[in-house]
């Protein structure tokens, strides 16, 4: 073959000797040229892929010491809010002013009767606790059907436990009013079940109308009429809170505010009384026979003087985290 003829064999393909023989300078720069230039492209790309490599590691790496230094503190935070929310600090019934111990009161004089005193249902800066030993004692009573019977509970559980009790010393009560998985009652010949269960560990607004033909209850925002006969026997009796005359069926848990009355309220008065919430102030303070806020002390605003006498009772004002406002 003579030098600078045409050859079907190109000079990448020749051997490195026939190359370097056959080629003219030209030529042989010129691949040379070339071969540089692709090596040199190699080079930058694999320069700038080490490059991006590098400093997507940096960035990654650099998260990972973020999460690492402050992820924990994430969590910790995330751990402290979810407890104090369950402790009831961001309760806004933490931060509503409080009504003081007889700031509100009924006061009665032969020409009326009034509510007198800061009576805009502020809530109670204390409530009773009861420890399943304890008892408030009242004047005895002679109550007469119809009789309705309200307050606010929170047992610890929902055995049998007495919230208030009006009647002899033994057997049936007149009125009796206690929690068995329900809220439920006693009368002079029977115990009377609605389906109306109580939440334990929470303040439960309860209302019970007692009636000859039939007994209504009201748990919160819910009613149920339960049709029975119940008859009462004039007299004097014992009115406790908290347990039944002889010490037994205690009450283990908190309550406020028990109002009674010697008439049958209207469901409106009742939803007005649970509406209000646990520092609502009586509906009918005409038929009132006897108010007991429990707010620090047991004694009666209803202007009757109906005072109790109170018996390991812890008035306590730390009492919200179970409370939420209707």
């Not at 692709?38 to 320069?47: L, T, Y």
């Not at 009767?113 to 004047?139: D, K, R």
């Not at 998985?181 to 389906?195: K, R």
């Amino acid at each position: 073959m003579l030098i600078g003829m045409p050859s079907s064999d190109p000079i990448g393909k020749r051997s490195n000797q026939e190359s370097c023989e056959l080629a003219g300078p030209n030529e042989f720069e010129m691949a040379k040229k070339q071969e540089g230039n692709f090596i040199k492209k190699c080079h930058e790309q694999s320069s700038r892929k080490r490059n991006f490599l590098g400093r997507s590691s940096i960035k990654n790496q650099s998260a990972m010491e973020y999460l690492m230094t402050y992820g924990w503190a994430i969590l910790i935070i995330a751990v402290v809010l979810v407890a104090l929310f369950q402790m009831g600090v961001f309760n806004s019934a933490n931060f509503a002013p409080k009504a003081q111990p007889g700031s509100c009161q009924v006061f009665r004089t032969v020409a009326s009767t009034s509510l007198e005193g800061t009576c805009n249902n502020e809530l109670p800066q204390y409530v009773a606790h009861f420890s399943g030993a304890s008892n408030i004692l009242m004047p005895n009573s002679n109550l007469q059907m119809p009789v309705t019977v309200t307050g606010w509970v929170n047992p610890t559980g929902t055995s049998t436990q007495f919230v208030y009790y009006d009647g002899a010393a033994t057997g049936y009560p007149q009125f009796g009013v206690y929690i068995y998985s329900e809220i439920a009652a006693e009368c002079p010949s029977q115990d009377v079940y609605p389906t109306l269960p109580v939440t334990p560990n929470s303040f439960n607004f309860f209302a019970v109308t007692f009636t000859s033909t039939n007994t209504i209850f009201y748990l919160n925002s819910k009613t149920q009429t339960v049709s029975v006969t119940c008859s009462d026997t004039p007299g004097t009796y014992i009115s406790v809170i908290g347990q039944k005359p002889s010490g037994s069926f205690s009450l283990s848990g908190s309550v406020s505010n028990i109002q009674i009355y010697n008439t049958s309220l209207s469901a409106s008065d009742v939803a007005s009384l649970y509406y209000e919430g646990i520092g609502g102030v009586p509906q009918d303070i005409q038929n009132l026979v006897g108010w007991w806020p429990l707010n620090g002390n047991a004694n009666d605003y209803s202007g009757n003087n109906n005072n109790g006498a109170a018996t390991n009772v812890i008035y306590s004002g730390s009492w919200t985290n179970g409370y939420s406002a209707p």
